[in-house]
Structures are given as structure tokens and as C-alpha cells.
């Protein structure tokens, strides 16, 4: 069964660069899609972006300008960076695997924007 | 954009009972390419139906899902305990963002 582990700092000072870590287990990241999906606090969702295994990535519009999604399959990880963050971008961030579907999501992790 | 609105906000209704909730879409969803998850408190979504009525693997056969163009619809048809959560239908047929409704919370009655 593939699990996912987010990993990143939980807390990001306004202007700067969040950036958060996708482990991979049970499974290869080879021949899959990887996505982020974030939620804020009592909100719903929002998908961020993907990244397939060989490096081709594709990101939401509203982000784009400011998101970056790298993978090392050496490691079996996916990364996310999502730059000059307000408190806007505080939320839980997962990661997931697939580009359309979503079937397997790590556990997710709450990022704080705030001084 | 495909704007996706899900109704009701909240659901309260009693265990045992059939719970209809409705996701209509700004623009025809191409090829019924809509899911369904459901989200309990501290835990990430779980896919519980793709193509607007095919059943993930492992989902019970008390969920079912219909619908096509804008207006798709996730029913449960007895509710269990385990069943009382948010439920968030996406829209994958577009492109890029794969957009997700605002939620339907089922809540205990």
C-alpha cells in the first residue's frame, strides 16, 4: 500500500518561501502523477499543481506565478515551493498521488503564514 | 474556470436514513469526468466515486453517484454511523485547475 508523509517547517514568516517535502513509501514515484492539494482552515480545497516522475509539471493558474514543484526519484520525494506567502497561503497542505484523481493523500500538515 | 456549487451546506439526518447531495457546475463537465470524496475531522479527503457513478476500490455499495453535464448528484442510501462527514465532489475534465466544490457537511440529526 503506498503511503505519503508531508514534511516542512509549520510555520512561515509573511514575504518568504514555504516549502514542504512529499516522502514516498511503499511504491515508486516511477509512472505516476504527484500533486499538492491545500486546504485552509475550515475551508475547502484547492489543487496547487502536479508533477509527473520524469519532471513535466503543470500548476494551477492562480498560483503559478509562484509555485515550483521539483522531484528526486532517488530519494522517492516531491517538493513544493510556494513563494512570498501571506496569510492567505496558511492552510493544511497535502500531497496526493494522481493528476486528475486523487486516490492516496499523505496525512497532511498545517502551515502557519504569520510574523 | 469550472465553478463547482454543492447543496446543501448541511445535511441532518438520523442513521439509517437515504441522503441525496447535489454538485452543479458553472459549464458542462466534459465526459461526466466529476468525483466525490469524503473528509472526516483531522483526516485527508478519501475518493469514493470517479466518472460520476463508477465506485473507488473498497467503497461500499450504499454510495452511488449519477448525473452528467452540470448537474451530478452523490447518494447514500442507508446512512451508517461512519458515513457523518464532509463530502466535496471535483471536476477533473477541464483544464488546469482541477477545481473542487465548497462541501456538503452530513451531520447527525
Known amino acids: 500500500q503506498v503511503q505519503l508523509q508531508e514534511s516542512g517547517p509549520g510555520l512561515v514568516k509573511p514575504s518568504e518561501t514555504l516549502s514542504l517535502t512529499c516522502t514516498v513509501s511503499g511504491g515508486s514515484l516511477s509512472g505516476y502523477y504527484w500533486s499538492w492539494i491545500r486546504q485552509p482552515p475550515g475551508k475547502g480545497l484547492e489543487w496547487i499543481g502536479y508533477i509527473y516522475y520524469s519532471g513535466s509539471t503543470n500548476y494551477n493558474p492562480s498560483l503559478k506565478s509562484r509555485v515550483t514543484i521539483s522531484v528526486d526519484t532517488s530519494k522517492n520525494q516531491f517538493s513544493l515551493n510556494l513563494s512570498s506567502v501571506t496569510a492567505a497561503d496558511t492552510a493544511v497542505y497535502y500531497c496526493?498521488?494522481?493528476?486528475?484523481?486523487?486516490?492516496?493523500w499523505g496525512q497532511g500538515t498545517l502551515v502557519t503564514v504569520s510574523s | 474556470e469550472i465553478v463547482l456549487t454543492q447543496s446543501p451546506g448541511t445535511l441532518s439526518l438520523s442513521p439509517g436514513e437515504r441522503a441525496t447531495l447535489s454538485c452543479r457546475a458553472s459549464q458542462s463537465v466534459s465526459s461526466s469526468f466529476l468525483a466525490w470524496y469524503q473528509q472526516k475531522p483531522g483526516q485527508a479527503p478519501r475518493l469514493l466515486i470517479y466518472?460520476?457513478?463508477s465506485r473507488a476500490t473498497g467503497i461500499p455499495d450504499r454510495f452511488s453517484g449519477s448525473g452528467s453535464g452540470t448537474d451530478f448528484t452523490l447518494t447514500i442510501s442507508r446512512l451508517e454511523p461512519e458515513d457523518f462527514a464532509v463530502y466535496y465532489c471535483q471536476q477533473y475534465g477541464s483544464s488546469p485547475p482541477k477545481t473542487f466544490g465548497q462541501g456538503t457537511k452530513v451531520e447527525i440529526k
Open positions: 496526493a498521488r494522481g493528476q486528475l484523481l486523487f486516490n492516496f
Open positions: 466518472g460520476a457513478s
